[in-house]
């Protein structure tokens, strides 16, 4: 920086005024206005030397900023704690000091070896107050000889320290928007990385370096929510063993441990309301910095996530259909190894439909383990058995049903079962909307005849004047809202006795034999003289022909 030196008509005083104010117009940038004021008062004053002193960002301590040779290589090292030495009591008391001689005798001077202050005999410190009166730091002059100073160097001093103030506060004020602008850039770059990253692995060694980078932190730590509701350490940068490998919910920030130079940091990673992790940074205060990155992570990760759960419903998927379809067992095992599915374990295959969110998570929550591939309301599952067996985790299910219709298959122990297990839970769950309207699950090894009668009810050949009847029948009831087939399957069930099913469909005995009357004269039926084994195979297969029609199946 060129300092200027012109001469003036006026008096020494003003052109060291004028050069002062060159020197802080001249440029922007910090340290060399500071460079350039140290100098100027340096060879006006006639001192030995001349020290700059500005305030921390917590305003604890006075931080040399510049000095005159041969201590300029101190700046930025030598710090006064708060209340410590000349330069604090005049910032403190917004005025001038001067100390004539023995300046280390007096007791408001703290001794600093690095500046040889043993030197110096006569001490002046200018506190610098900005535009409002706010303190930003103070200026002190040292000689090696007592000295008095005039009433004009005081002024000039005085002077000089108001001009340097001013021009400290701009100079700070485009150093915060040059250091702003950068953190942009690097946010910018950062959130370009993260977007580019197609996994936890390659988003998180450069997520915590970029972070440390960004923050100026001494470390920074990446932890993820774990199964057991903890958050794991997952990656840092540098890596160090003195790190908490977990840590708990209710030790997230925003600012943990914060200290005048060793803060912690650890801002919650959250996205849609999902907390997914923590960014945890050591040895930096910058907490709005830290949420912006924590932000950009958040959502990269949540990316992530959705990524590997559609990738992984889409192997679930092909899984499933490869094991249907009775496929290569090679690979069959190959996706039950990425899946971390074993095959040899014993499980059972459940179909279902009108299935909801909640349904879903009551599965997951009484199978652990399970995988599921969940489609426009419906639900195939394969669930591993616990050491209770089939029959209770089927009980389970049926508590967690309603208002879903499950099916679910026999036992399956390796690929092939497991093949077979698909066309029993599809079975058992065609059974469960043929007899369970209101929603519930059957078992493939509860079916009963159903499980042949399944096989005849998808032939659509299968044709009889008996089924033809029932389901004239049926097609009466659903146009007349009657219920004559419910009668017949209920008369049925009870083997004739008219006094047990008048009590379960709660009529009077007579109603009940005008309503069988009525099924004779539509259908022809007659129950004294037919074969009451071929109409009740009819019925059923009527309802599992409904059924059918109703419930779309793979």
């Known amino acids: 920086m060129r300092i200027a030196t012109r001469t003036s008509p006026t008096g020494p005083e003003e052109r060291f005024l004028h050069e002062i104010v060159a020197a802080v117009g001249s440029t922007l940038d910090l340290e060399e206005v500071l460079r350039g004021v140290v100098s100027l008062l340096t060879q006006a004053s006639a001192v030995h030397a001349c020290f700059v002193y500005l305030l921390d960002d917590d305003a604890k301590r006075l931080v040399l900023a510049a000095a005159s040779d041969p201590y300029g290589d101190l700046a930025g090292t030598v710090a006064l704690d708060q209340g410590e030495g000349l330069a604090w009591w005049a910032l403190t008391k917004r005025r001038a000091a001067f100390i004539r001689e023995n300046a280390l005798t007096d007791p ?20 610098l107050l900005g ?18 100073f005039t009433d004009e160097e ?41 977007a580019g990253a197609s996994s936890l692995e390659a988003l998180g ?24 509701e903890r958050l794991h350490l997952r990656f840092a940068d540098p890596a160090d063993e003195s790190a908490p490998e977990t840590i708990g919910l209710a030790e997230l920030g925003p600012a943990i441990g914060r200290g005048d130079r060793a803060s912690r940091l650890s801002i919650s990673l959250v996205a849609g309301e999902e907390l997914l992790g923590a960014l945890v940074a050591v040895g930096t205060s910058e907490v709005e910095l830290a949420r912006a990155v924590a932000n950009q992570a958040a959502v990269a ?9 559609l990738t992984e419903k889409n192997l679930i998927k092909d899984f499933f259909e490869e094991l249907a379809a009775r496929g290569s067992l090679e690979v069959l095992e190959a996706t039950a190894a990425r899946l971390g599915f074993e095959l040899e374990r014993p499980h059972l295959v459940v179909a279902a439909t009108r299935v909801d969110d909640a349904f879903e998570r009551s599965l997951a929550a009484v199978a652990r383990g399970a ?10 599952a394969i669930v591993p058995v616990g050491p209770a067996g089939g029959a209770a985790l089927v009980a389970e299910l049926a508590r967690i049903a309603t208002p879903a219709l499950a099916g679910v298959s026999s036992v399956c122990v390796g690929a ?130 409904a059924a059918l029609a109703a419930t779309p199946h793979t």
């Open 108 to 127: 408001r001077v703290k001794y600093v070896p690095e500046l040889e202050e043993e030197r110096f005999q006569s001490l002046v410190a200018v506190p």
């Open 131 to 148: 535009k409002r009166g706010d303190p930003i730091g103070a200026i002190t002059l040292h000689t090696e000889a007592p000295r008095e």
């Open 154 to 194: 005081v002024e000039l001093v005085a002077a000089s320290a108001s001009l340097v103030a001013g021009a400290i506060e701009n100079a700070q004020l485009y150093d915060e928007a040059r250091r702003r602008v950068g953190e942009l850039e690097q946010l910018t770059e950062l959130a370009e990385a993260l």
């Open 205 to 228: 060694p450069d997520l915590v370096r970029r972070a440390r980078t960004l923050l100026a932190a001494e470390r920074t730590d990446l932890y993820l929510v774990g199964d057991d």
């Open 301 to 309: 990760i949540k990316k992530i996530h959705v990524l590997e759960r």
């Open 371 to 380: 995988l599921v591939d969940r489609r426009d309301g419906r639900l195939r």
């Open 416 to 545: 092939e079962a497991l093949g077979h297990g698909f066309e029993e839970a599809e079975h058992a769950l065609l059974g469960a909307a043929a007899t369970q309207t209101a929603g519930g699950v059957v078992a493939y090894d509860d079916l009963g005849a159903h499980k042949y009668l399944l096989r005849i009810a998808r032939e659509s050949s299968a044709r009889d004047a008996t089924i033809e009847a029932v389901e004239q029948l049926a097609e009466y009831d659903r146009e007349r809202g009657a219920s004559l087939l419910v009668t017949l399957e209920e008369f049925l069930r009870r083997r004739g006795n008219i006094s047990a099913t008048s009590d379960v469909l709660y009529v009077h005995p007579n109603t009940l034999r005008q309503r069988l009357r009525r099924i004779a004269d539509l259908t022809g039926i007659d129950l004294r003289r037919d074969d009451w084994l071929m109409v009740e195979i009819a019925v059923k297969l009527v309802r599992l022909r």
